[in-house]
């Protein structure tokens, strides 16, 4: 049909009246053909020329991207000018500036509901005759894949319930009978008492046993508290965050309490931001986590003369991964606490719960993860936390750079 309207079209002077009423009503025909076309499509559409000004879109497109309400420019102006979202704007404007013509990312958006979407956005070249004449843009919504992905790393993590539930009766006999047998020792000094007219003992013997029961009592209640928390599903809210942007603050927050012990602490980033899917919040107390064990190894080997504390949190990144590098020169581990370091209940802190490293493991396993330790024994400790880049289009990465 388009070979055929071609053919008519280069010899329109020739053709009679009928003629050029038929051709009109093929080409028209046509053009509501591929119209169709596109509105029958479940990914949002967008054409663009070589100045990014909006040709052609479909109507799925508006449920995708959110655009300002100015309809009168939209084929004047940009697309970066006409959206809502400043970092999906972003994106298109640094397509423009550096010529990219193949490129897929990744991003979050949240509705006007205040639900979090995640959409893919894919660019490819619009060719003209050899020549190219724009940009042909795909957003797809793959926000029901993202939570398959969650749901499935929660179920994973479900696994480990029986282990932690052995664990807790056994950390809860401890503090239990410590209680018992000063309650007992209480009872028998009241049984004493009334054999002995009613002559109590000295106060402080009492409250001495009584502090002891509210202690193991306090003890009691932290230890259920972290069973719960360790327990309950890692309810986190993914979205694309620079880590470097999260990290910071942190590093900024932890200072004073290191600087207190004469411990240097850095952060080395990577000149331009990566990001990935996270939960700002429970990133943020993983990391915490880290730095407080990372403390107390370098304390520990500050008390036995040692003054040249550092801790240091190192963001790199290389093809499809990102890598956190969590280190301190403190007094290392050994091979056993290794192998056991994200096992639930196992502690090497006289006050430590053991539930500290299995949280961090379980935050990064439900952002699709992975953490490795290294240590030696008096030497230090690298904690290495891997994630994947959202992004997948090597030739983006490198233009990028």
């Known amino acids: 049909m388009r070979s055929y309207a071609k053919r008519l079209s280069q010899k329109v002077e020739k053709l009679s009246k009928e ?37 052609q879109s479909n109507t799925i497109l508006e449920s995708r991207l959110t655009f300002k309400n100015h309809n ?22 640094k397509c423009a500036e550096k010529e990219i013509t193949n490129s897929s990312d990744e991003f979050t958006t949240v509705t006007s ?5 995640f959409l893919t956005i894919t660019m490819l070249p619009l060719m003209h005759n050899n020549v190219l004449s724009g940009r042909i843009f795909v957003i797809q919504d793959i926000t029901e894949s993202k939570n398959q992905e969650v749901l499935l790393h929660r179920m994973e993590n479900l696994a480990n319930l029986t282990n932690l539930a052995a664990g807790m009766a056994h950390e809860i006999k401890n503090p239990l009978g410590a209680i018992s047998i000063h309650i007992q020792l209480i009872q028998k000094a009241l049984e004493k008492a009334r054999s002995n007219n009613d002559i109590l003992p000295p106060k402080k013997f009492v409250e001495d046993h009584i502090d002891v029961v ?10 259920v508290m972290d069973f719960l928390m360790a327990v309950r599903p890692v309810k986190s809210t993914l979205e694309l965050k620079d ?62 003369g040692f003054s040249d504390g550092t801790f240091l949190i190192e963001c790199a990144y290389s093809d499809n991964k990102y890598v956190i590098r969590v280190c301190d020169n403190g007094s290392g581990m050994t091979p056993e606490t290794i192998s056991k370091i994200f096992e639930p209940y196992y502690t090497t802190k006289a006050n430590g719960t053991g539930l500290g490293m299995t949280m961090v493991y379980k935050i990064v396993k439900d952002f699709s993860g992975d953490i490795q330790v290294e240590s030696e024994v008096g030497k230090g400790t690298v904690f290495t936390l ?6 997948k289009d090597k030739k983006l990465l490198s233009q990028n750079e």
Request: overall charge negative.
């Open 72 to 93: 009168e420019d939209k084929k004047t102006l940009p697309v970066w000018d006409l959206l809502e979202d400043e970092e999906i704007a972003a994106y298109f404007k």
């Open 243 to 304: 880590p470097v942007k999260v990290i910071s603050p942190i590093i900024d927050f932890i200072k004073p309490e290191f600087k207190k012990d004469n411990i240097k602490v850095e952060l080395k980033k990577p000149e331009n931001g990566r990001r990935i899917m996270l939960d700002e919040k429970l990133f943020r107390e993983a990391l915490m986590n880290l730095a407080q064990n990372a403390l107390s190894a370098i304390k520990s080997k500050l008390e036995s």
């Open 386 to 391: 891997i994630f994947p880049i959202p992004q």
């Open 214 to 223: 509210n202690d193991e009592i306090d003890h009691l209640n932290k230890l």
């Open 19 to 55: 003629q050029l009423i038929e051709l009109l009503e093929k080409i028209v025909d046509e053009n509501e053909s591929l119209n169709s076309i596109l509105e029958s499509l479940s990914s949002g559409l967008m054409i663009v020329d070589n100045n990014f000004i909006l040709q």
């Open 113 to 117: 509901g205040g639900s979090v979407r």
